[in-house]
């Protein structure tokens, strides 16, 4: 809703809001504006005319409470602002906007079943295609490399050396692993072990050293083999063996493992979908008492007041060469950005948004709705919403930015309540939409 200076329709009386300004016009002028809009049956444009009308032929109560079927404010020339940037015609924006989000809310599952649908047709028709002439009625086939065809664009990426040149030289990520496994003979010793999205085989090794039995490690990118010449290099390949694939298609060499390992987690933690392969494994493969690791993983949710950054990216498009561009605002704000923050411009306590037990979760509940309190640490303007920690040593995870279009104005100790809702995105699955929601705000992010 409006805050600010609003001028009153039928005088030169300023209000604070447009509340206020409709309840002046009914106490001081006996004329309800909600009552015209009701009576002459308005819709948005219809109320904005009026606006416009009122101010400009500056009409009293008493003309206004006369007219009866046929308006003066019908013409369009009357869709021009009286006033410029007048606060009675922006809630009409509002209210479409409210209308036109309504309505996108409702027909959103009825596009996703009508996408699944439309898939499945594909899937059926690829199926009848490769099968012709072949004997048997499956087309498991046809579906499976129809996933694959979908997926060759995420897996090529990690096809790619500089990727894993700058995991491993992550070490936060990479020793983290190390001390765990390596830390943890008990755990390991004797046992047989799955590493989902092995990549250069690295938690596979670091399991061989820490007692292994037996290592499996899945990859689908072509860094499989390097990994096989790694093994190899490192006299571990009578214990590791390398499968190349997704681990929904392969056959492994084992029924059951005692330990799947993975290092699955993408920025916002669930980017990319990965968890889901390690679900799929862990259902499929792991024995009674055995676990996954990581066990436990939490999405936090914190505030941010950096006004340095909400100029660069935000109010740069106020003026960009003596050019207005604000239009752009509108397409920039949605696209989460994943980068590394000053942990001095943190100005709330994180909330805890999501836990995820690795043992026990299910791929539906990767797509979440929670609702959180940010408590105030500092008196500034809350320009930026993120996930995951800047104060530790930052990690190739960074942070996942999600910037406010307009700076919310918080004070030491507010507490400052919202919902956020994590959901796939149905045209890749792999990347996610981030819907928040604070007071009557609400932004819906891309993260791809």
């Not at 309505?103 to 027909?107: G, H, L, M």
């Not at 997926?151 to 995420?154: I, L, P, R, S, T």
């Not at 026990?360 to 609702?371: G, H, P, R, Y």
């Given at each position: 809703?409006?805050?600010?200076s609003c ?6 009386r300023?209000l604070?809001?447009?509340?206020e ?5 009914q ?5 309800s504006?909600l009552?015209l809009v009701?009576?002459h ?11 416009n009308y009122?101010r400009?032929v500056?009409?009293s ?7 009866d ?6 013409s369009d020339e009357?869709m ?6 007048d606060?009675?015609?922006q809630?009409?924006t509002?209210?479409?906007?409210r209308?036109?989000e309504e ?5 959103e599952e009825a596009l996703?079943?009508?996408m699944e ?7 059926l028709a690829?199926g009848?295609?490769?099968n ?13 490399e129809?996933?694959e065809d979908e997926?060759?664009?995420?897996f ?16 936060v990520r990479?020793e983290?692993?190390?001390?765990f496994?390596?830390g943890n003979?008990?755990v390991?010793k004797?046992?047989?072990?799955l ?5 250069t ?13 037996k290592?499996i ?8 083999y390097q ?6 290099s490192?006299?571990l390949e009578n ?5 190349k694939?997704r ?7 084992v029924?059951k493992?005692?330990i ?6 993408g920025?916002?933690?669930l980017?990319?979908?990965m ?15 055995g ?16 006004t340095?950054k ?12 003596g050019?207005?561009m604000?239009c752009?605002?509108?397409a920039?704000?949605?696209e989460?950005?994943?980068e590394v923050?000053k ?8 909330a ?6 690795c ?14 309190t940010?408590?105030m640490?500092?008196?500034?303007h809350?320009t930026v919403?993120f ?13 996942t ?8 104005p918080?004070q030491?100790?507010?507490e400052l ?5 994590v ?11 981030v819907?928040?929601?604070l007071a ?9």
């Open positions: 809703a409006w805050r600010g001028m009153s329709v039928l005088s030169n300023s604070n809001s447009v509340p300004t409709f309840q002046h016009c106490a001081d002028h006996g004329v504006i009552q009701k009576a049956r308005l819709d948005d444009y219809g109320y904005i005319k009026m606006i009122i400009t500056k009409c109560g008493e003309t206004l409470a006369v007219f079927g046929a308006v003066p404010w019908d009357f021009k602002p009286a006033l410029p940037d606060p009675l015609l809630i009409g509002e209210n479409r906007a209308q036109a309505r996108a809310a409702r027909s996703a079943r009508a649908d439309l898939q499945n047709l594909k899937v690829q009848l295609v490769l012709a002439g072949r004997p048997g009625p499956s087309c498991s086939g046809a579906i499976a129809l996933r997926d060759e664009a995420y090529s990426s990690y096809g790619h050396y500089g990727i894993h040149e700058e995991m491993l030289k992550d070490k990479t983290s692993y190390r001390d496994i390596c003979p008990d390991f004797d046992k047989v072990v590493d989902v999205g092995c990549g085989g690295i938690l596979s090794m670091f399991a061989a050293r820490a007692g292994a039995r290592v490690a899945v990859d689908q990118s072509e860094i499989i990994a096989m010449d790694i093994v190899r490192n006299q214990t590791i063996t390398l499968i694939g681990i929904e298609d392969v056959n492994l060499p029924e493992v005692d799947i390992i993975s290092e699955w987690m920025y916002f933690l980017f990319e979908s968890l889901d392969s390690v679900i799929f494994a862990r259902d499929m493969y792991l024995a009674e008492g676990s996954v690791y990581p066990n436990s993983c939490n999405i936090s949710l914190a505030a941010v007041g950096d340095e909400h100029c660069d990216r935000i109010a740069f498009w106020d003026d960009v060469y050019f207005k604000e752009m605002k509108k920039v704000v949605p989460a950005v994943v923050l942990p001095e411009t943190v100005i709330s306590e994180p805890v948004i999501q836990t995820l037990d043992n026990a979760v299910t791929t539906s509940e990767l797509e979440f709705t929670a609702d959180f940010l408590k640490t500092a008196s500034t809350c919403m996930s995951t920690s800047p104060h530790c040593t930052k990690t190739h995870w960074k942070q930015v999600f910037l406010l279009e307009n700076p919310i918080v030491s100790g507010d309540p919202g919902r956020i809702t959901r796939k995105n149905r045209k890749d699955p792999r990347a996610l939409l819907t928040l929601n009557d705000w609400r932004q819906t992010y891309s993260l791809q």
